[in-house]
């Protein structure tokens, strides 16, 4: 044995176990380089911060994360501005994230800082709320149930409860949210029908997501249209605070100050949030999804996707651990499942 024998066989050692300890499983179940630090990150940036719908969707993520072994994040904008996320994701991209599951606040405004991200090897999902137009600008799109289908539907829940009659106004989330547009225009599209010949729309106000200008808009519509017979609020904040204003105003259906048959309010949110209402009367009915399977297949298809496992091809079906087969629409759109309807039979059974 030559003197540098022992030298030798000491670095081969060395070098199997820095080899070894840099290896490790990833989500998806190959090895990576890099050990721990170089588990797949995931940030969730939701619309902005103290939203419960959007709690719900990182709960779905961040469940969906730990069984795929990732490292996850939430940030989000105080506020959601139409570019109020622009910060938020610059400064993802420069922590090396590798998938963005992002509710957008605007339909074009983030497009060039998702260019940037994308070709740097980030994947971008959008989830709820997507680049309606401007899709061309993310990977995939995970809406919770066919959007055409939800202004249809919220008018007729409206419809059937006011006997297809009276005004009604609209209280939206901001101007700029593609999803709550898209709602809007079904809404007025279905108003065309002759079904609805005797239901007049006479209002759209925003509460930007947030209670206390959602308060003050419902407030206002009371004021400015003493025939109002409904309100149709196709956004969890924005559906609490007006329920909120009806039950101090006691004009809700059979309430103290009712005129007529009173006002009757509808839209969509999560059943924790409206349980209360629907106790009271308050409220009759309202729609929804659940939005956790949205996070937990937004998750899924972007570890995929950012794998180089999955191809996205239009009318492919792709099966998600734990929520089924889903379909790869036009515009690589994905939808989450049906709509629900929650009344006083059956909120209970439900619990988000």
Known sequence: MTKRTPYLLATLVLASLIVGCNSSKSAEGGTVEGGPAAKTKLVFIPKNTGNPYFNQVGKGIEKAAGELTLEFDTQAPAAADATSQLPVIKDQVQ???????????????????????????????????DLTGNEGHRDVGVLPTDFSKIGPAQLELLGKAINYEGE???????????????WIAGMKEALKDSKYAKMKLVEVVYGDDEPQKSSTEAESLLTKHPNLRGIISPTSVGLAAAAQVLENAGVYPGGPKA?????????????NQMKKAVEKGVVA????????????????????LQSKKLTLKVGDTVEVPGH?????????????????????NNIGKYDF
């Open 324 to 344: 089924g087969k889903v379909t790869i629409g036009e515009k690589n759109i994905v939808f989450a499942g049906p709509l629900l309807t929650f009344d006083k």
């Open 259 to 271: 005129k007529g048959a009173g006002i009757v309010l509808t839209g969509l949110s999560t059943p």
């Open 95 to 129: 922590r090396g994230v590798q998938i963005i599951v992002l509710s957008s606040n605007s339909p074009d405004a983030l497009n060039e800082a998702l260019d940037q991200a994308r070709a740097k090897g980030t994947t971008i999902v959008t989830v709820d709320s």
């Open 168 to 182: 009604f106004a609209i209280l939206s989330a901001t101007t700029d949210a593609p999803n709550q547009n898209a």
């Open 285 to 304: 009915s309202f729609q929804l999804w659940d939005p956790a399977d949205m996070g937990a297949i937004a998750t899924y298809l972007g570890v995929q």
